[in-house]
């Protein structure tokens, strides 16, 4: 929209003025709202608390469930089926079939086995990149998937390779593939530059020179639009091991009924992800992954994108739920006691709840644990455990398979390293013809079949839209975004807790309690002569970004308004993330963690944030003396909230103004690399509104948006 005459002028004078860096207070002012509460917990870690102990609530209740739910096999089965349900519709569903065009690229002969260099068109002009390693006994041979774990180099990593070359030299034919965003299939290519390191470790060496990212910072970008379309990037992870298997099907040398998977780290977050949706895995060996969602987020805290299924956590689905989806299918839970970054204690709690349930279906001997005293990989001691549990259940006889002769009685990790050698080198086992699929003619990338996706949907919504009424349209908001009713934002009480003293006004400084343990700050300007109107200041920064002398918000209350600048929660002094190692800090936000913590619990920070702008909207709205008129400005992190708000509420505010916001959700789908984007993200928003839909509902020629950015936070001409 264009600025009219219906926007006051001072707020449009403001809004540019804000563009400049605000002038820095007064040394002597202190404008600090919060204090450390009850627990000595500082203002920038109470918004984590209470995100954890609304997480525990949830885990909790989930156990209880279960065990109501153990006591009697129809409601075990009615368990597994909702929750697998649950699982394939968070992350998209799946795709149609379609050709795989397979072809076989190269060869080469090991020592007592061959491999043959694959590449699949899992979906249209996307493929995917294989290494199957096949016995040199004669066939049809049973077939082990190996994904890869959150390694660089995909399927050329060492103990990728030493795991499937162990299954091939004992019977079993293994297929190791590269996930998209590792090995062969990044999928943020940078065709300008080489490299020889990552843009985001220096210290790590990049598998060809045109990799930007590492892959774990890949998988976290891609699933920003994947969420916003409705899906998550697990779907592309599982939907490719749905087609290696059914690629391993249509050959005469492999069982069709005799299907394995295994795989360590994020290939064990794969391996549980398939053995729970596709009943065509016979026995499977999820390694390094399984622990529970309590002991994780007490730990490390959420890992990457396709490993958190947006509300799983209140839906009542913890990781044991993989295991349990599949019963009473053979299962090797396998984990290192000392690994550091999957909690070998909640692997072990949910290793009993799954047994427990086994024992109800009458197949103990169906789900076991390997856990060497070892650390986070694909050791050694995991590798011969899982060849020997394939061996069992693939081959039908019990054999314990040893890839080292004899170990010493004792032994260190530098030998367990030594034992990780590699057969063959990353150039001898690529499949693509420049060793990057991106570089092949007409591929697309998960970031384009995203925006396709999108673009569809925009098409399929538009009617559905505008055939609803704006109470109707109200409703599908909140309901998308998760923010709260009316009921529950009526009359909220905040407390003053101190005052600044300026020439011309006071500055009231305010708390509002807007979750039970859960406390915002605001600041209040309060002219010494109001003139009857007032503004809701919402700053993407803190409510202390334009509120030194001279700086906008003082221009406003110079001219007699009442000026409330309010923080959202995460945003100024209950931002959180400070002092943390997260990965893609910078990239996704110091709050990574939270959001993605929120997230497992299906709750979004801009719901959250749209409730607390509408609490903070009835605060000014019930000042004394009462405003005869409302105004509403927004900036930055703010906005995209502030926006939902003055939609939510029909007529509240005079004017909107906002600054610095995406002009779209769509335009993030395929936009690959964003910054600090992970905040604004609504799990399958785009299968309903994008944000233009607001615009006429909170106010229409009232609403005056400036100054938009693009998804790497830069400005747009």
């Known amino acids: 929209m264009v600025p009219d005459s219906r926007i006051p002028a001072a707020i449009l004078c403001m809004l540019c003025a804000s563009a400049v860096p605000s002038k820095p207070a007064l040394a002597a002012e202190d404008l600090t709202v919060l204090k450390p509460d009850a627990n000595g917990v500082p203002p920038g870690e109470q918004l984590t608390q209470w995100l954890k102990r609304e997480f525990y609530r949830l885990v909790d209740a989930r156990s209880a469930a279960f065990e109501t739910m153990i006591k009697s096999e129809a409601a075990g089965r009615k368990w597994q089926a909702d929750r697998r349900a649950f699982f394939l519709d968070r992350i998209g569903g799946l795709p149609k079939r379609t050709p795989l065009n397979p072809q076989i690229v190269g060869k080469l002969q090991g020592d007592g086995y061959r491999v043959e260099k694959i590449l699949?068109?899992?979906?249209?002009?996307?493929?995917?990149?294989?290494?199957?390693?096949?016995?040199?006994?004669?066939?049809?041979?049973?077939?082990?998937?190996?994904?890869?774990?959150?390694?660089?180099?995909?399927?050329?990593?060492?103990?990728?390779?030493?795991?499937?070359?162990?299954?091939?030299?004992?019977?079993?034919?293994?297929?190791?593939?590269?996930?998209?965003?590792?090995?062969?299939?990044?999928?943020?290519?940078?065709?300008?530059?080489?490299?020889?390191?990552?843009?985001?470790?220096?210290?790590?060496?990049?598998?060809?020179?045109?990799?930007?990212?590492?892959?774990?910072?890949?998988?976290?970008?891609?699933?920003?639009?994947?969420?916003?379309?409705?899906?998550?990037?697990?779907?592309?992870?599982?939907?490719?091991?749905?087609?290696?298997?059914?690629y391993l099907q249509t050959r005469d040398d492999i069982l069709p009924d005799k299907i394995g998977c295994t795989g360590n780290s994020g290939g064990g977050t794969e391996t549980a992800y398939l053995m729970a949706l596709d009943d065509r895995i016979v026995a499977a060996a999820p390694g390094c992954y399984l622990t529970t969602f309590r002991a994780l987020i007490d730990t490390k805290g959420p890992q990457d994108g396709e490993q958190n299924i947006f509300g799983q956590i209140a839906f009542g689905m913890d990781e044991a739920d993989y295991c349990i989806m599949r019963a009473p299918k053979p299962t090797l839970i396998i984990a290192g006691t000392r690994d550091a970054t999957f909690d070998f204690n909640g692997t072990w709690g949910l290793f009993k709840d799954v047994k427990r349930f086994y024992s109800r279906l009458g197949r103990t001997d169906a789900v076991d644990i390997n856990a060497p005293d070892a650390?986070?990989?694909?050791?050694?001691?995991?590798?011969?455990?899982?060849?020997?549990?394939?061996?069992?259940?693939?081959?039908?006889?019990?054999?314990?398979?040893?890839?080292?002769?004899?170990?010493?009685?004792?032994?260190?990790?530098?030998?367990?390293?030594?034992?990780?050698?590699?057969?063959?080198?990353?150039?001898?086992?690529?499949?693509?013809?420049?060793?990057?699929?991106?570089?092949?003619?007409?591929?697309h990338s998960v970031f384009q079949i995203n925006a396709d996706t999108a673009a569809v949907l925009r098409k399929s919504r538009a009617p559905e839209w505008k055939a609803l009424s704006e109470a109707e349209k109200r409703a599908m908001i909140r309901d998308t975004i998760g923010s709260p009713g009316d009921e529950t934002l009526s009359n909220p009480r905040p407390n003053r807790v101190g005052s600044v003293t300026r020439q011309g006004y006071v500055i009231e400084k305010l708390t509002l309690e807007v979750e039970p343990g859960l406390v915002l700050p605001a600041l209040a300007f309060v002219p010494d002569h109001p003139a009857g109107t007032a503004t809701l200041y919402l700053h993407g920064s803190s409510m202390t970004a334009d509120a030194a002398p001279g700086n906008p918000i003082e221009a406003l209350v110079k001219a007699g308004q009442v000026v409330l600048a309010a923080e959202l929660r995460g945003i100024?002094?209950?931002?959180?993330?400070?002092?943390?190692?997260?990965?893609?800090k910078g990239r996704f936000g110091p709050d990574n963690l939270d959001i993605l913590t929120a997230y497992l619990m299906g709750k979004s920070y801009v719901g959250m944030r749209t409730g607390d702008a509408q609490r903070w909207a009835r605060v000014l709205s019930n000042w004394e003396p009462r405003p005869n008129a409302l105004h509403l400005v927004a900036i930055g992190e703010a906005a995209i909230p502030a926006l939902h708000a003055a939609a939510l509420d029909a007529g509240r505010f005079e004017s909107v103004s906002i600054r610095g916001m995406l002009p779209d959700w769509e335009s993030l789908v395929g936009a690959g690399e964003t910054h600090d984007q992970a905040v604004n993200i609504v799990h399958g928003v785009l299968r309903h509104y994008d944000l233009p839909d607001l615009v006429p509902l909170a106010g229409g020629d009232q609403v005056t948006i400036e100054q938009p950015i693009s998804p790497l936070g830069t400005p747009i001409p």
């Open 375 to 443: 650390p986070h990989g694909f050791t050694l001691q995991q590798r011969e455990a899982v060849a020997s549990w394939m061996h069992r259940w693939l081959l039908g006889k019990e054999k314990l398979v040893r890839e080292v002769d004899s170990l010493p009685d004792s032994f260190n990790d530098e030998q367990l390293r030594e034992w990780n050698q590699p057969d063959w080198t990353q150039d001898q086992l690529q499949c693509s013809p420049a060793g990057q699929v991106l570089l092949m003619e007409g591929e």
């Open 572 to 584: 100024g002094e209950t931002e959180t993330g400070h002092g943390k190692n997260e990965f893609g």
């Open 120 to 246: 699949l068109e899992t979906r249209p002009h996307f493929h995917l990149t294989a290494n199957l390693y096949l016995p040199d006994s004669p066939a049809p041979w049973p077939a082990v998937l190996v994904p890869c774990g959150h390694s660089h180099d995909g399927k050329a990593v060492a103990q990728y390779q030493r795991a499937s070359i162990l299954l091939a030299k004992h019977g079993m034919a293994a297929i190791c593939y590269d996930p998209v965003g590792q090995g062969e299939r990044y999928q943020m290519l940078d065709l300008a530059h080489e490299r020889t390191s990552f843009d985001d470790a220096a210290h790590v060496p990049v598998p060809h020179p045109n990799v930007r990212f590492l892959c774990t910072t890949e998988h976290t970008m891609m699933n920003l639009g994947s969420a916003l379309v409705g899906a998550n990037t697990a779907q592309f992870r599982v939907w490719d091991g749905m087609r290696v298997i059914d």
